[in-house]
């Protein structure tokens, strides 16, 4: 209706008076309802056509920035200030804050490289870090009957709960070269086979030594006899609550490079102190903050 008036009144051969324009609005006015939305209804189309895709490009923008500032805010978190990229990709896609608990950690964990193990053995890309197939065995080794000993060596305070700086801390120690599911590997049963090494090593030393007992001369041999049984009850309380691992001592040799850098790490914090362990605090600048089995595989 108000096109119509428009029309007329922008004709380009004569402009409509006051009393013209009144008699076409009273014409207009009196018209069907029907009739004047079927004659309007192109030009409204025309313009709803129009508002529409304005609103459209105006929430399509809208939905862009929203959007990424969304995606933005659920893609970075915690996670960020993860170093390892394996254990980034975990966290990220379990979602996880600052803190996570520990069983729950190593079971994703172990999840992770499983599928991992899978896609490389049936020849499929993975996504974000794939596994190397030199790490293949240590993954094998990252099954649910060494999870109590992952476990312990990413918990550090034994609080149940692992942070962020813990697992920071954790893969900043591993040897150079090394991979993580190696280093999980070591945690998982290379230190356990270290220990029955050392062991047995120990035991080795100590039966030679009771067999030179008998060549010492007469009048020192009960000395040195009763010093050895002195010394051999300390070495069966030491020894004999630890389980062993002997049938896969084969497995040692991958984890030798790691033993021998922290023998050589002991030796010369021992050679410091001349080996004179002789205060608690002793120990604890020769060991560090960390427990005996954590700081090294002796």
Partial sequence: MIDSCAAVRLGPTQE????QELQLLKAELNQNPLVAIRNNLESFERKFLILQREL???????VVREGDRVISTVLSGPHDRINDPDLYEIWKDMRWRGIVKARHLVLAVHDY???KLDDLQH???????????SDAWAVEHLDLMHLQPIIEALDGDVSGFVTIQEINRFTTARPQGWS???WLAYWATGWRLSMTEYRQRIMSVLNAMFDM????RHANRSNVHSYLEAVKVVVNEMT????GNTEELFLLPR?????????????RHLETAKYDLDAPDTLAFINGRCGLERASPL
């Fill in 113 to 115: 490289y499983l599928q």
């Fill in 213 to 216: 007992a008998d060549g010492v």
């Fill in 16 to 19: 409509l008076d006051y009393a």
């Fill in 180 to 182: 993580l599911p190696r």
């Fill in 240 to 243: 004999s609550s630890f389980q």
């Fill in 255 to 267: 984890f030798q490079a790691y033993i021998k850098q922290e023998e050589e790490r002991m030796r």
């Fill in 56 to 62: 459209i490009d105006e929430m399509r923008k809208f």
């Fill in 123 to 133: 020849g499929i890309q993975s996504p974000g870090h794939p596994l190397s197939e």
